[in-house]
């Protein structure tokens, strides 16, 4: 999958595809429904499968001290559309010069001029350009005007009603992975480096990986059955685990992050990349009054974690 950065400097080889335009946090089975209709659209005509999209998320753009609200961050989000097939991944800068333009300028400047698009596929809730003026039917219109085919897809309704970014922030908000999940289409996965921690949990009988959630949505603090990809390094491949997801309140922790414990497993993972998903909360958060009985719940919950992943 190519990644492309920016409108005014594109190879001609990446130029001239049918794309799903949106932020894409999460890349739910609303976006899988975009994207599917994108795709058929350029297989008529002959084009690539291609998601526009942005970096920063316009929302951080503008509200940059605002709580972190994504639900995947740039890698992983890559990473989920290339299994989706996407071909051409226009990521563009989302900065004060594109954050300027016009809807009939963006229409002109970035999907015409600049990256020859030959079809766009949009939800029905979609705005663009400054002050997020312009609206689907805009879109389509101009599209009329400009040679570009335009479609608009419906919201997509789930079994918990309309399926969207955030109410998928809101199931995981309350501890309700499955109920994600469902709306995903895939486990609500945490990807990143695995950085260096304290090692307490070596001490303790239970080595963790440790990373970051900066950026991220929280997902409810707690402790959490979990499926471990190893996306790189010698240990490359898919384990099971539990994952502590907080602050670490025995411990007084300040920062939250996310500590994976693998069942069965013995290797160095510093600064390998790691994709948990989580599947099942398990309890939240708390502290114990000796570390004796602290090993005896994390005993309790691997075992519970362990019965839960048997089944998957």
């Known amino acids: 999958m190519q990644i492309i950065r920016d409108y005014a400097y594109v190879d001609q080889t990446d130029r001239g595809a049918s794309v799903a335009i949106g932020n894409f946090d999460g890349v739910h089975i609303g976006h899988r429904s975009v994207i599917d209709i994108a795709r058929r659209a350029g297989e008529a ?26 639900l995947m961050n ?73 040679g570009f085919g335009v479609t608009i897809a419906q919201l997509l309704e789930g079994d918990q009603g309309e399926v969207s970014s955030t109410a998928i922030r809101q199931a995981l908000t309350d501890g309700r992975p499955r109920d994600a999940a469902a709306m995903l289409g895939h486990w609500h996965r945490i990807e990143g480096e695995v950085v260096g921690g304290e090692q307490r949990g070596r001490e303790l009988g239970y080595p963790t990986t440790n990373m970051s959630i900066e950026g991220l ?45 693998i069942f069965d497993f013995s290797g160095d993972l510093y600064g390998t990349e790691l994709s948990v998903a989580l599947i099942d909360y398990l309890r939240p958060e708390e502290t114990f009054d000796s570390l004796e009985a602290f090993i005896a719940q994390m005993d309790a919950d691997c075992a519970k974690a362990r019965e839960i992943l048997a089944d998957l």
């Open 45 to 70: 005509v002959g084009a690539p499968l291609g998601v526009l999209t942005f970096e920063p998320h316009p929302r951080e753009y503008f509200a940059p001290d605002a709580p972190p609200f994504r």
């Open 74 to 146: 740039p890698e992983a989000r890559a990473h989920r559309l290339e299994k989706l097939g996407v071909e051409k991944l226009y990521q563009l800068n989302f900065n004060a010069a594109l954050s300027a333009l016009t809807p009939e300028e963006f229409a002109v400047n970035v999907i015409r001029d600049g990256l020859d698009l030959k079809h766009v596929v949009v939800g029905a809730d979609f705005c663009f350009g400054k002050g997020r003026a312009g609206t689907a039917a805009d879109l389509q219109r101009f599209g009329a005007d400009l």
């Open 217 to 261: 949505h929280r997902p409810r603090f707690g402790v959490y059955a979990v499926l471990v990809d190893v996306l790189s390094g010698p240990h490359k491949g898919s384990y099971h685990g539990a994952a502590s997801l907080g602050v670490r309140p025995m411990f007084h922790g300040e920062v939250p992050n996310i500590e994976t414990f």
